[in-house]
């Protein structure tokens, strides 16, 4: 089968360092650079507890972008064997059913949750942080049955869905409802990174809730908000026009222009009722702020605005994937006793009383139509169009992209 996959070596690595600073393209439109088309075998079921998924849409996420063009943090190297088929948003069909799985059938709709945690590598003793729920912080990633990996798509063993085909541990099996359709059903696993950050930092009455970034997960944060139904105002800061008509059409009650000449500090805390401050030198200072802060993009700009904006006392959620950044000033959370949480993925959550897959909630909040995520689908590219995919994904501001999928 075709598959996208990304394979190490260091001068693949080097060498793309390198050229890329010329051109992005590099990373990706090169037999040179890390990212290859190539042919690969099907993958195979570990064991009987797995199943073997026909991908129909497979998702681009912001993370598949920071390893492609080589942003990610040496932290994560060891959690990852190479080669491996990209991509971790996925929608498809079951297509193989091993012998100990139940209530899965050939034919089955399905979305995957792709952390591979200790139960699908058949650890026989799980991680505390398993044991209670808490998979996403799994201990045992490098461990068990298949290669190392983080989720699927960064497991040399599992496939991706960026490949006609992947296998899955039966445990990450989610069936989709009817009514809830395949582009719904790609967009599973990014909202649930959302409600996982919402539903663990949950707003309270009458919060100003600030969402930096609205990309996917900002829109998805957004989304979930109003999705759980938490009585708060929501402000987005957003790049471009048609990131700000998404924001609204989802609940934002304010949207506020990002722009490089700093008017946004202004802007942006006038809406807080917060008062800018000027320093001997450097940016606006702000005083007061949101109650709560998603910030949903990782870069410096970003760090520095959620720490900037939040209230004293008040809480910055991160969930923007940021790596290893220079410039960004931790002033204020010590001056204003800030809480900065970080979220990665999803897990478990308490839901109406239930404990729950972070995923299954997200399904659930589709099936009972308090949110519909299609309209985020902006592309959709065959798999071998793989590098104009990701030249839009890059463009994005040219070409209203939000969400890019592929089809294998």
């Known amino acids: 089968m075709n598959s996208i996959q990304f394979e190490y070596s260091v001068p693949r690595y080097v060498?793309?360092?390198?050229?890329?600073?010329?051109?992005?393209?590099?990373?990706?439109?090169?037999?040179?650079?890390?990212?290859?088309?190539?042919?690969?075998?099907?993958?195979?079921?570990?064991?009987?507890?797995?199943?073997?998924?026909?991908?129909?849409?497979?998702?681009?996420?912001?993370?598949?972008?920071?390893?492609?063009?080589?942003?990610?943090?040496?932290?994560?190297?060891?959690?990852?064997?190479?080669?491996?088929?990209?991509?971790?948003?996925?929608?498809?069909?079951?297509?193989?059913?091993?012998?100990?799985?139940?209530?899965?059938?050939?034919?089955?709709?399905?979305?995957?949750?792709?952390?591979?945690?200790?139960?699908?590598?058949?650890?026989?003793?799980?991680?505390?942080?398993?044991?209670?729920?808490?998979?996403?912080?799994?201990?045992?990633?490098?461990?068990?049955?298949?290669?190392?990996?983080?989720?699927?798509?960064?497991?040399?063993?599992?496939g991706g869905s960026w490949g006609a085909y992947l296998v899955a541990h039966k445990s990450q099996v989610l069936k989709l409802p009817d009514n809830v359709n395949d582009l719904n059903g790609v967009l599973v696993e990014p909202f649930s990174c959302a409600l996982h950050a919402v539903l663990r930092n949950p707003p309270k009455k009458d919060d100003t809730v600030l969402v930096i970034g609205a990309g996917t997960i900002g829109i998805c944060v957004v989304a979930a908000i109003k999705a759980l139904e938490f009585p708060c105002r929501i402000v987005v800061l957003a790049k471009h026009d048609f990131q700000a008509q998404l924001a609204s059409h989802y609940g934002a009650d304010e949207i506020i222009y990002f722009t490089k000449n700093k008017n946004y500090i202004y802007e942006t805390a006038k809406s807080l009722q917060a008062s800018v401050l000027d320093p001997l030198f450097g940016d606006p200072v702000v005083q007061g702020g949101a109650d709560l802060i998603f910030e949903c993009v990782?870069?410096?700009?970003?760090?520095?605005?959620?720490?900037?904006?939040?209230?004293?006392?008040?809480?910055?959620?991160?969930?923007?994937?940021?790596?290893?950044?220079?410039?960004?000033?931790?002033?204020?959370?010590?001056?204003?006793?800030?809480?900065v949480k970080g979220s990665f993925a999803?897990?478990?959550?308490?839901?109406?009383?239930?404990?729950?897959?972070?995923?299954?909630?997200?399904?659930?909040?589709?099936?009972?139509?308090?949110?519909?995520?299609s309209p985020l689908v902006t592309h959709r590219f065959p798999l071998e169009n793989y590098r104009h995919a990701l030249q839009t994904v890059i463009n994005k501001g040219k070409g209203s992209t939000m969400k890019v999928v592929l089809e294998p």
């Open 15 to 158: 060498l793309s360092k390198i050229m890329g600073k010329v051109s992005k393209s590099f990373y990706w439109n090169s037999r040179l650079s890390c990212v290859r088309l190539r042919r690969v075998e099907v993958p195979k079921l570990p064991n009987d507890e797995w199943v073997k998924v026909r991908v129909k849409y497979g998702g681009i996420c912001g993370s598949d972008l920071n390893l492609i063009l080589l942003k990610d943090s040496p932290t994560t190297s060891p959690f990852v064997s190479f080669p491996f088929t990209i991509g971790h948003e996925v929608v498809g069909t079951i297509e193989e059913v091993g012998s100990k799985v139940e209530n899965v059938n050939v034919g089955d709709r399905v979305v995957i949750d792709p952390i591979l945690s200790c139960i699908t590598r058949g650890i026989a003793d799980p991680c505390p942080n398993c044991r209670r729920g808490d998979y996403n912080l799994c201990h045992f990633m490098t461990e068990g049955v298949i290669s190392p990996g983080l989720l699927i798509g960064a497991c040399r063993d599992t």
């Open 298 to 339: 990782g870069n410096k700009q970003s760090i520095n605005d959620a720490l900037r904006f939040v209230k004293n006392g008040g809480k910055a959620v991160l969930l923007g994937l940021a790596g290893i950044i220079d410039g960004v000033d931790w002033t204020t959370v010590w001056l204003n006793e800030l809480d």
């Open 346 to 373: 999803y897990s478990t959550e308490e839901y109406q009383g239930k404990k729950m897959r972070t995923l299954q909630i997200a399904i659930e909040l589709m099936h009972n139509e308090k949110v519909d995520l």
